[in-house]
């Protein structure tokens, strides 16, 4: 199983992003995937689920409103929009799967390499 993120980058206040993560390597039953960020000397944090089905979506109050997380089954791949950055978005954010939806990082068995975003006031 890997996991692949990418799409980071440097933007300004305001600006967006879109993140990918590529999930390879599940044969049976597609898995649900959820995005975390860490910034520096801070703790991760959720930022966003999405269920198996697409039919549960969950995101952090931080960034509710801002983001959205989608996806393309026929490319494997899992979205994170991200609108109207904040200089408090600059983390680098991770991807993970695990195959029975939940929000809580613990449960995430495959993390992807993490990709960079930072955002200048």
């Known amino acids: 199983v890997q996991l692949q993120a990418s799409g980071g980058g440097l933007v300004q206040l305001g600006g967006s992003l879109r993140l990918s993560c590529t999930v390879t390597?599940?044969?049976?039953?597609?898995?649900?995937i959820g995005w975390f960020r860490q910034a520096p000397g801070k703790e991760r944090e959720g930022v966003s689920c999405?269920?198996?089905?697409?039919?549960?979506?969950h995101y952090a109050d931080s960034v509710k409103g801002r983001f959205t997380v989608s996806s393309d089954a026929a490319k494997n791949t899992v979205y994170l929009q991200m609108d109207n950055l904040r200089p408090e978005d600059t983390a680098v954010y991770y991807c993970a799967a695990v195959l029975h939806y939940s929000t809580y990082a613990a449960d995430y068995n495959y993390w992807g390499q993490g990709t960079l975003v930072t955002v200048s006031s």
């Open positions: 999405l269920s198996t089905n697409n039919d549960i979506t």
């Open positions: 390597g599940f044969t049976l039953n597609r898995p649900a």
